[in-house]
């Protein structure tokens, strides 16, 4: 990063910045089976939810614009012996659509996942990720540890990374969608936060 750009928390300030931030960077993301962008919603959701990680919100700074933001929660995977309770998900990753190539989106990650092994946390899944952009940083198929999807099914797009060698073993485990995926596909509280988002100038 050179002295024009800075990594560090979010702050309320920086919220609806972040979530118009979320939305272009997902408006122009071709995404299999999606028909509609909905990820600034879940950023907006998520700042409230019990599983989100507020140590873990980061934002890349360029002559006070925000251009690129990162987000996490908790993600516990339960197995028949013990439940796995520093399992994070890599939530949202956003960079601005013209910026993308620059390396926004590597900084963020590797330095969120250093601060994730320093505050304790021991594994990372990506519940929807492309394996070639991911693979770089070490997440694997989720598969490989034994994880499946909800239905049983092995994606390529679920990934996973040990911060910790060993944590996840390859026995696999049971895990469930946070709370606020009711409220993501509630198609009446969407509409609403979409006519509030557009109204203030988005």
């Known amino acids: 990063m050179n002295k024009h750009k800075e990594i560090r928390l979010e702050t309320q300030k920086d919220y609806k910045s972040v979530e118009k931030l ?32 507020p140590e873990l919100d980061f934002v890349i700074e360029s002559n006070g614009r925000i251009i690129g933001n990162i987000m996490y929660n908790l993600l516990p995977l339960t197995t028949d012996n013990t439940i796995k309770d520093k399992v994070l998900s890599l ?28 505050l304790g946390y021991k594994a990372v899944l990506i519940l929807g990720g492309h394996p070639e952009y991911y693979n770089r940083f070490g997440f694997l198929p989720a598969s490989q540890y034994g994880l499946k999807w909800l239905d049983g099914s092995e994606l390529d797009a679920f990934l996973a990374l040990e911060l910790e060698n060993g944590y996840l073993g390859n026995d696999g485990g ?29």
């Open 174 to 202: 049971s895990w469930e969608l946070p709370e606020i995926f009711n409220t993501l596909v509630n198609e009446e509280a969407f509409n609403l936060f979409q006519e509030q988002f557009f109204k203030n100038g988005v």
């Open 91 to 118: 939530a949202v990753l956003s960079v601005k659509p013209e910026l993308h190539g620059q390396g926004l989106g590597a900084s963020l990650i590797k330095h969120t996942l250093k601060e994730a092994k320093n």
């Open 22 to 53: 979320t939305f272009d960077a997902f408006e122009t993301m071709a995404l299999p089976g999606r028909d509609f962008t909905n990820e600034h919603f879940y950023a907006h959701l998520l700042r409230n939810d019990k599983s989100f990680i």
